[in-house]
């Protein structure tokens, strides 16, 4: 698709110390980087908006999003004053004193997202970590579940991160492969079946958690009536309902929170990712006083949770999620990435999920896999990422216009052709 022109010389207004391009740049990191990404083969040195530049000064239209840490596009202006704002003032104090950035974050997270308290964290992982911890610790100190005995009922296909323990009950074998032993504790259950996640919790369940939508899977949506079902069967059974929005959340499906679509409200969110407004990794457990209020001093804790960059940066997000525009934004545009796909249904798709401004493509095998085709794009000016096999998935920033969203979409008409 066309980009924009640029209004000023990349090399210059970069500022950089690096001169290598973008082939060098690729090959110098091979024998010092581990290798445990694999990267399109795009060197990128800056972007603004839904716009990314290389080394080179070509540009693309980010379809990825930074899996969607970029709701807002890169650089946002608010967001960006608010970060220089606070570095001019005040960084890092760790918990071991309070920060007067942290209390104004909280209570406008909370009141966001309907819930009544906040255990700020840094990354995704984190976040899953301690919503696990917390779970436990209510099980013992609050349902009375036998000491070490505590469990947690999760999906299959899920993606909530890297540790061990999470790792510990993924079932995508690439991610578990040579890294035992695991956590025990989690009862796997197919995603989007009620009966078999009611025959897996019992007086031992501390949670159920899961992706109201399974992002990294290929963005599948369960059917109408499966997040209140899990609603309703968590409370009947007297057990937790945890849901990782950490990727679903904060706009990108039309809604604050991608539960509102059935309506649900859970008793603990995570969030992450876009929290941080593409510029910190903010990210925190969201709940009930009932279930976070089960922590006390000592028992939980991070040096950067809860620091003031990341908090005034996190306050700037939720101020913009606040008006609402983007939630508007990504359900309005959500209906030209619809009608977009839809339209090339028979033309190298040949199915797709989406909510929002979110989609999952799977591409007609035969025409190449996901990162064949995703490269492909990547010629066409547009980048985007297989998920798995020959599925792409679509999350561009929710700042994108309707005309670069269509441009888009001709992309990668392009790229299948
Ligand atoms: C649903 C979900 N949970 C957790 C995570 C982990 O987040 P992070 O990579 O920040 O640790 C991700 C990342 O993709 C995710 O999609």
């Given at each position: 698709m066309t980009a924009p022109v640029r209004t000023e010389d990349s090399q210059e207004a970069r500022g950089s110390r690096e001169t290598r391009g973008s082939q060098e740049l690729i090959r110098a990191e091979g024998p010092v980087l581990a290798h445990n990404y694999h990267p399109l083969p795009v060197v990128v040195a800056r972007a603004e908006g839904t716009w990314v530049e290389d080394v080179e000064g070509r540009r693309y239209l980010d379809m990825l999003a930074g899996y969607s840490a970029l709701n807002f596009g890169h650089r946002h202006p608010a967001l960006i004053e608010a970060a220089h704002r606070q570095l001019d003032r005040l960084t890092l104090t760790s918990r071991a004193f309070h920060n007067d950035r942290l209390a104004e974050f909280a209570e406008r997270l909370a009141a966001l997202t309907g819930m009544d308290m906040v255990l700020p964290m840094n990354t995704g992982a984190e976040a899953v970590e301690s919503g696990v911890k917390v779970a436990r610790k209510w099980a013992y100190d609050i349902k009375g579940v036998p000491a070490g005995r505590a469990t947690i009922v999760v999906a299959a296909?899920?993606?909530?991160?890297?540790?061990t323990t999470i790792v510990s009950f993924s079932t995508d074998e690439t991610a578990r492969a040579g890294f035992g032993p695991f956590t025990p504790g989690f009862r796997v259950v197919p995603y989007n079946d009620l009966a078999a996640m009611e025959a897996a919790v019992d007086e031992t369940t501390a949670a159920v958690l899961i992706e109201p939508i399974q992002g990294e899977a290929g963005v599948i949506i369960p059917d109408d009536g499966y997040l209140a079902g899990v609603r309703e069967l968590t409370r009947r059974k007297g057990c937790l309902f945890i849901a990782d929005?950490?990727?679903?959340?904060?706009?990108?499906?039309?809604?604050?929170?991608?539960?509102?679509?059935?309506?649900v409200v859970p008793d603990v969110l995570l969030l992450g990712k876009a929290l941080g407004g593409g510029i910190v990794p903010v990210s925190a457990v969201v709940g009930r006083r009932e279930v976070l209020g089960v922590l006390h001093p000592g028992e939980h804790g991070s040096?950067?949770?809860?620091?003031p960059l990341a908090a005034a940066v996190g306050t700037a997000v939720v101020e913009l999620l606040e008006t609402g525009e983007f939630q508007r934004r990504a359900a309005e545009l959500g209906v030209i990435l619809r009608d977009g796909l839809t339209g090339l249904v028979g033309k190298g798709v040949v199915g797709f999920r989406s909510r929002g401004l979110w989609a999952g493509v799977d591409i007609d095998p035969a025409l190449g896999t996901g990162r064949e085709i995703s490269e492909r794009l990547m010629r066409e000016g547009v980048l985007a990422k297989d998920t798995h096999g020959s599925t792409i998935r679509l999350a561009p920033p929710?700042?994108?216009t309707g005309e670069e969203l269509r441009g888009a979409l001709a992309a990668l008409e392009k790229a299948l052709g």
């Amino acid at each position: 698709m066309t980009a924009p022109v640029r209004t000023e010389d990349s090399q210059e207004a970069r500022g950089s110390r690096e001169t290598r391009g973008s082939q060098e740049l690729i090959r110098a990191e091979g024998p010092v980087l581990a290798h445990n990404y694999h990267p399109l083969p795009v060197v990128v040195a800056r972007a603004e908006g839904t716009w990314v530049e290389d080394v080179e000064g070509r540009r693309y239209l980010d379809m990825l999003a930074g899996y969607s840490a970029l709701n807002f596009g890169h650089r946002h202006p608010a967001l960006i004053e608010a970060a220089h704002r606070q570095l001019d003032r005040l960084t890092l104090t760790s918990r071991a004193f309070h920060n007067d950035r942290l209390a104004e974050f909280a209570e406008r997270l909370a009141a966001l997202t309907g819930m009544d308290m906040v255990l700020p964290m840094n990354t995704g992982a984190e976040a899953v970590e301690s919503g696990v911890k917390v779970a436990r610790k209510w099980a013992y100190d609050i349902k009375g579940v036998p000491a070490g005995r505590a469990t947690i009922v999760v999906a299959a296909d899920n993606f909530h991160g890297r540790t061990t323990t999470i790792v510990s009950f993924s079932t995508d074998e690439t991610a578990r492969a040579g890294f035992g032993p695991f956590t025990p504790g989690f009862r796997v259950v197919p995603y989007n079946d009620l009966a078999a996640m009611e025959a897996a919790v019992d007086e031992t369940t501390a949670a159920v958690l899961i992706e109201p939508i399974q992002g990294e899977a290929g963005v599948i949506i369960p059917d109408d009536g499966y997040l209140a079902g899990v609603r309703e069967l968590t409370r009947r059974k007297g057990c937790l309902f945890i849901a990782d929005e950490i990727q679903s959340g904060l706009g990108r499906t039309g809604r604050t929170l991608a539960v509102e679509h059935e309506p649900v409200v859970p008793d603990v969110l995570l969030l992450g990712k876009a929290l941080g407004g593409g510029i910190v990794p903010v990210s925190a457990v969201v709940g009930r006083r009932e279930v976070l209020g089960v922590l006390h001093p000592g028992e939980h804790g991070s040096t950067f949770g809860g620091n003031p960059l990341a908090a005034a940066v996190g306050t700037a997000v939720v101020e913009l999620l606040e008006t609402g525009e983007f939630q508007r934004r990504a359900a309005e545009l959500g209906v030209i990435l619809r009608d977009g796909l839809t339209g090339l249904v028979g033309k190298g798709v040949v199915g797709f999920r989406s909510r929002g401004l979110w989609a999952g493509v799977d591409i007609d095998p035969a025409l190449g896999t996901g990162r064949e085709i995703s490269e492909r794009l990547m010629r066409e000016g547009v980048l985007a990422k297989d998920t798995h096999g020959s599925t792409i998935r679509l999350a561009p920033p929710l700042t994108i216009t309707g005309e670069e969203l269509r441009g888009a979409l001709a992309a990668l008409e392009k790229a299948l052709g």
